[in-house]
């Protein structure tokens, strides 16, 4: 049976900062031939938005506005998933040291987490999907049929943080990622909308001394599993 004449199951993939939750999902989705969002670059796309229009961060009623009024489009192309902003590509910008240092508050409130959980519930409606983000699997896709989460050290996330904003050209200091991922960590896990937790049904997964492939074959293994499983239904 070819692999898209399979039953198509959903996916979610959560995690802290930096654990590998973008790279391992999107070539999990690859490889199933699935749909891959990135809920984060969502986010950060409505934060960048509120800093171009110099909108205060704490201005919760403006920022909740600017999320149900903007359009965010997520496009893949080759394996690459490129962000659009009211119609305009943001992939890099949205990866910039000031927009990850923003999004968390951005991300904390309700109306804004609404709008978005909203669209991505739409887009993985039909299955065949792998969501990734820190409530896929508690708010988002509660039902999903295999919840991975996973986790990593600091330092660790620290590390892999530095050599990606190195590969779009930005240099960082690793004490200094270490005390923002830090900070991320406690702001994520403690907003009072949809904070950070592990599903009481999703699979951990240490990555710290895990490969990109490693990760992405343990998942494949437990989705395939699945799969099967409800062909056999």
Do not use: W
């Not at 490889?31 to 961060?57: C, F, N, Q, S």
């Not at 240092?101 to 709008?115: A, C």
């Amino acid at each position: 049976m070819r692999k898209d004449e399979l039953k198509k199951i959903t996916i979610a993939i959560d995690g802290p900062a930096a654990s590998g939750k973008s790279t391992t999902a999107k070539l999990v989705a690859h490889k199933l031939g699935y749909l891959h969002i990135d809920t984060g670059a969502m986010y950060r796309a409505v934060t960048l938005k509120a800093l171009d229009e110099k909108i205060d961060l704490t201005d919760k009623k403006g920022i909740v506005q600017l999320a149900q009024t903007c359009t965010i489009r997520l496009e893949v192309t080759d394996g690459t998933t490129k962000v659009f902003l009211d119609g305009t590509e943001v992939t890099k910008r949205i990866r910039t040291q000031l927009v990850s240092r923003s999004v968390s508050t951005v991300s904390s409130y309700v109306g804004v987490r609404d709008v978005m959980v909203h669209d991505q519930q739409k887009m993985a409606a039909a299955g065949g999907i792998v969501l990734e983000g820190r409530d896929i699997g508690t708010v988002v896709l509660p039902n999903a049929e295999l919840k991975i989460f996973l986790t990593a050290s600091v330092e660790e996330r620290a590390r892999r943080r530095k050599k990606d904003l190195a590969l779009v050209g930005i240099e960082a200091n690793q004490d200094d990622l270490v005390k923002e991922i830090e900070a991320r960590d406690q702001k994520d896990s403690t907003r009072e909308a949809s904070p950070l937790r592990k599903a009481q049904d999703a699979i951990e997964v240490d990555t710290s001394n895990l490969t990109i492939e490693e990760q992405v074959d343990f998942i494949l293994g437990h989705a395939k599993e699945i799969i099967l499983g409800k062909e056999k239904l």
